[in-house]
């Protein structure tokens, strides 16, 4: 089974600050998408981010972006000019050959006024 | 608007008693999931199913079992409640083919067995 790790439980920043938020993945496959998912107080899980393993250029949504380095196997992700509306649960996934996708265990991130 | 809506946001229900809970999804997706999200564990996968009358187990099967009848409804069902099913539950669906495609999630049902 494919593991995802987010190794920082809890993340703050002050607002109009930039965070980034780690995440991990072991895998013997080549192809492969990884995800990063939000998570805001009502509860709703809203995709973020999308990367492509075979794509070498990293993904960008506007103030969002990812730090994908394939051969070290991790994919994290830079939030700019960060915002109140960014509070919330972000969990870093995995989807491979298969049809399950595997999640890590959430990063809380706080946006201080 | 895609959906995947499911039928309770909140259940309290008793110790033994049995649990349904129902998603719906309106995408003519063929996968459907069902996670339990526990705080510092993350999403774990109990069921999924890649068709209709098709199930298989994920991490946590134990205690739970699942039902899909028509491809648009994937039902969890706990067959007799326990307090440690008490937990948040979130139902997801995709497409089979499109590896461009993303999970989309429900709204989560948060139920407490007493």
């Known amino acids: 089974a494919q593991t995802v790790t987010q190794s920082q439980p809890e993340m703050s920043v002050q607002e109009a600050e930039t965070v980034t938020l780690s995440c991990t993945y072991d895998?013997?496959?080549?192809?492969?998408?990884l995800f990063w998912y939000k998570q805001p107080p009502s509860r709703q899980m809203i995709l973020v981010i999308r990367?492509?393993?075979?794509?070498?250029q990293n993904a960008t949504e506007n103030r969002f972006s990812v730090n994908f380095q394939k051969a070290a196997k991790s994919f994290s992700l830079k939030i700019s000019d960060s915002q109140l509306g960014d509070t919330a649960m972000y969990f870093c996934?995995?989807?491979?050959?298969?049809?399950?996708?595997?999640f890590g265990t959430g990063t809380s991130l706080t946006v201080i006024p | 608007d895609v959906k995947v809506t499911q039928s309770s946001r909140y259940l309290v229900k008793r110790t033994g008693e049995k649990v349904f809970l129902e998603c719906v999804q309106d995408?003519?997706?063929?996968?459907m999931f069902w996670y339990r999200q526990d705080p510092g564990l993350g999403l774990r996968l109990i069921y999924f199913?890649?068709?209709?009358?098709?199930?298989e187990k994920g991490d946590i099967p134990e205690g739970y079992s699942v039902s899909r009848e028509k491809k648009e409804r994937f039902s969890l069902i706990l067959e007799s409640a326990s307090t440690n099913q008490t937990s948040m539950y979130l139902c997801?669906?995709?497409?089979?083919?499109?590896?461009?495609?993303?999970?989309?999630f429900g709204s989560g049902t948060q139920l407490s067995v007493l």
């Open positions: 996934a995995f989807w491979g050959t298969g049809n399950q996708f595997y």
């Open positions: 990367q492509e393993a075979y794509k070498q």
């Open positions: 995408m003519d997706h063929e996968n």
């Open positions: 895998t013997s496959e080549s192809n492969y998408y």
């Open positions: 199913s890649y068709d209709v009358k098709m199930k």
């Open positions: 997801a669906s995709s497409s089979l083919t499109g590896r461009d495609e993303k999970l989309f």
